[in-house]
């Protein structure tokens, strides 16, 4: 609930150093934002817009912002926090985050106060007003995306409030018409609700219900100290045919302090290999998206396209044709193809995985992804990448005996395994 305050004082004109607005924003840091902003990346607003993401935003006096000018500098689950001394200023920005855009008011109107070792004096202590706002959806509330077909939240748990937690749902019928509308203007209303219809009702409800299975059977088949590093599964809801339509789980947050592009590398491959030769499962869609850079290490995301080592999909008519539309249209696919048309993979082992549900595809994609690390965003600030430098360019070379080994009917890398030696051999060359 959002607390304001009764006849709030306007201090329209006042005007303040830079002096004075750092001082303000160092207050509010200390009164408001608390351990939230320990070991997290804060910057202001009025950085550079090309500086990247981080996990806090803060506004100082008058330079409040509009969702529309903070929602791509911020990571997801990241808070805009504003401090003015004009407090119908505040309110009005303020209006502009309850709810909208995005953004959920975490802590509403409040004052901060200037006064020394927080002294309180109602018309003698100066004071400004402030409050804060979180970043609870991926995309802006009615923009149209190619990377998310569910309803993807931040949302409070409600068994514990002081916490949030990821809720992927199933959208409505008609939100998802809305959505294909915009993507395909051209195409018959009556198509695209028939499309609609099946997605909602066959399609979605038996990937969501598998990666809820996958989910839980990972907190049991990985090792203890990998668990942390993939999503954790708290609720489901299911339909009269025991399908899950929605499924809560626990929120593995981007931010915290940077690592090395070598040990991003290293935790990804290694957490690979451990979910294919230890809990047997196949991600099939590690595209940056899904990576995440957490105070627990690097952890995978979104496990609806998941499928077990051992799985025989020809088994299942439906499931089959379900990862053979799959493959034929996710971007890991599109990429395989366009790379060996271009010639640019000569490994067998790799081409052999055209068109199939493989690890292959994982090892594949890993290896290319760690060389551009920067591809999504939200890493941006959190792996110290440097293009040109040593490490960059012993992961390339890495990443050119997996994809163009000399010998292309025995490559050395096949494996999550093998890339993982790869790296560790980097690491000791370079002595990382």
């Known amino acids: 609930m959002i607390k304001t305050l009764r006849n709030p004082s306007r201090r329209a004109g006042t005007t303040t150093t830079s002096a004075d ?27 550079a817009e090309d500086a990247g993401m981080v996990d806090i935003r ?25 401090v003015d001394l004009d407090a119908e200023r505040v309110a009005r920005v303020m209006q502009s985050y309850d709810g909208k855009q995005g953004f959920v008011i975490e802590q509403g109107f409040e004052e901060v106060w200037g006064g020394p070792r927080g002294l309180r004096i109602p018309g003698v202590t100066p004071r400004a007003y402030s409050f804060i706002a979180r970043k609870t959806h991926l995309v ?3 923009e149209v995306s190619d990377r998310f077909t569910y309803d993807v939240t931040l949302q409070a748990d409600a068994q514990d409030p002081a916490r949030y937690i990821v809720r992927k749902q199933i959208p409505t019928a008609a939100d998802l018409v809305e959505r294909l509308k915009r993507k395909h203007p051209e195409a018959e209303p009556a198509d695209l609700d028939a499309r609609a219809r099946v ?29 942390s590093r993939v999503p954790r599964p708290l609720r489901l809801k299911k339909n009269a045919a025991g399908m899950v339509t929605r499924l809560e789980m626990q929120w593995l947050r981007n931010g915290g302090g940077a690592i090395s592009h070598l040990e991003f590398a290293r935790q990804s491959a290694e957490l690979l290999s451990v979910l294919h030769d230890e809990a047997g499962i196949m991600h099939l869609d590690l595209r940056p998206d899904n990576m995440v850079v957490t105070p627990d290490g690097v952890g995978f995301i979104d496990f609806g396209s998941a499928a077990g080592v051992a799985e025989d999909l020809s088994k299942n008519p439906v499931l089959r044709q379900l990862f053979t539309q799959m493959t034929r249209t996710s971007q890991v696919h599109r990429v395989l193809n366009q790379m060996m048309e271009k010639g640019q993979i000569t ?10 549900a493989d690890r292959g595809v994982d090892t594949f994609y890993l290896a290319v992804q760690i060389n551009r690390p920067h591809t999504n965003p939200e890493l941006e600030r959190l792996i110290d990448y440097h293009p040109m430098g040593e490490v960059a ?16 009917d025995a490559g050395a890398f096949k494996t999550a395994a093998d890339l993982v030696r790869g790296i560790t051999r980097i690491q000791r060359k370079l002595g990382e």
């Open 21 to 47: 607005a750092d001082r303000w924003v160092k207050l509010l840091s200390a009164q408001r934002l608390g351990a939230e902003s320990k070991g997290r990346q804060v910057a202001r607003t009025s950085e």
């Open 58 to 82: 803060v506004a100082g006096p008058g330079d409040p912002k509009p969702p529309s000018e903070v929602f791509n500098r911020l990571r997801w689950g990241g808070l805009f926090a504003c």
């Open 140 to 142: 802006v509330p009615g």
């Open 199 to 227: 997605l909602v009702d066959e399609v979605f409800p038996v990937f969501l219900t598998r990666e809820a299975r996958v989910l839980s059977g990972l907190q049991t088949a990985l090792p203890s100290t990998y668990r």
């Open 347 to 356: 490994n067998d082992a790799i081409r052999a995985v055209k068109g199939r």
């Open 393 to 408: 360019k012993s992961l390339e070379a890495l990443t050119a005996a997996v994809l163009r080994p000399k010998n292309p």
